[in-house]
C-alpha cells in the first residue's frame, strides 16, 4: 500500500546557504589572509621566513618597486644593496609604511592580486590574478600565505553558522 502527499505549491521552505553567502565567505577569507600577511604570520600559523641581508644589486629599470637608498652602480643601472633584500624594502617600500617585518608587500601587486577565482553555493576558490599570478605562486611556496590557519577556519565556520541563522529567520 502507498500514498501521494502533494505539498502546497505556496510553501517556501527556507534556504539556508546561497552562492551569494558563499561569495561573502570568499571574500571574508581573502580579508583575513591580508590581515595575518600584514602582521607577518603564514598559513600555517608561524611568523613567515626573514628576508635577506645576503647584499644584492637591484635593477633600476623593470624592478616591481624602484629601488630607492641604495648606493647607485657604476654603471647607474643598479643600485647596491649591502643589507640584501630587506635593507631593498625597508628603504624603497611604497609610504614607507612598516608592518611587519616579513608582510609580503612591496609595491602592493601581491597582495592586491589575491582573489575568487570561482564562488558557487557549494565551494568556493581563492588564489591570484594575471599581474600577481607568476610571482606569488612563487613566494608563496617560500613563505606561505594562501590558505587559512585553523584559528582564522574557526572564524568562518561561525560567521556561517550565523548567516544560515539569519537565512532562517526570513
Do not use: C, H
Request: glycine share 8%.
Amino acid at each position: 500500500m502507498s500514498f501521494e502527499i502533494k505539498i502546497n505549491p505556496r510553501l517556501v521552505l527556507p534556504v539556508i546557504w546561497t552562492a551569494q553567502n558563499n561569495q561573502v565567505n570568499a571574500l571574508n577569507t581573502i580579508a583575513l589572509i591580508k590581515m595575518r600577511t600584514m602582521k607577518g604570520v603564514s598559513s600555517k600559523g608561524k611568523a613567515f621566513k626573514k628576508y635577506s641581508k645576503k647584499p644584492i644589486y637591484v635593477a633600476t629599470r623593470g624592478a616591481r618597486l624602484k629601488p630607492k637608498g641604495g648606493r647607485v652602480s657604476s654603471t647607474g643601472k643598479s643600485m647596491y644593496f649591502a643589507g640584501g633584500y630587506k635593507e631593498y624594502k625597508q628603504k624603497s617600500r611604497l609610504g614607507n609604511i612598516q608592518t611587519a617585518e616579513v608582510d609580503l608587500t612591496l609595491s602592493g601587486v601581491l597582495m592586491n592580486s589575491i582573489k575568487v577565482l570561482s564562488s558557487t553555493a557549494t565551494s568556493y576558490k581563492i588564489g591570484l590574478a594575471s599581474q600577481g599570478r607568476p610571482y606569488g605562486y612563487y613566494v608563496n611556496k617560500k613563505r606561505p600565505f594562501l590558505g587559512l590557519t585553523k584559528k582564522e577556519t574557526n572564524i568562518i565556520v561561525k560567521a556561517s553558522a550565523l548567516d544560515m541563522k539569519r537565512n532562517l529567520r526570513t
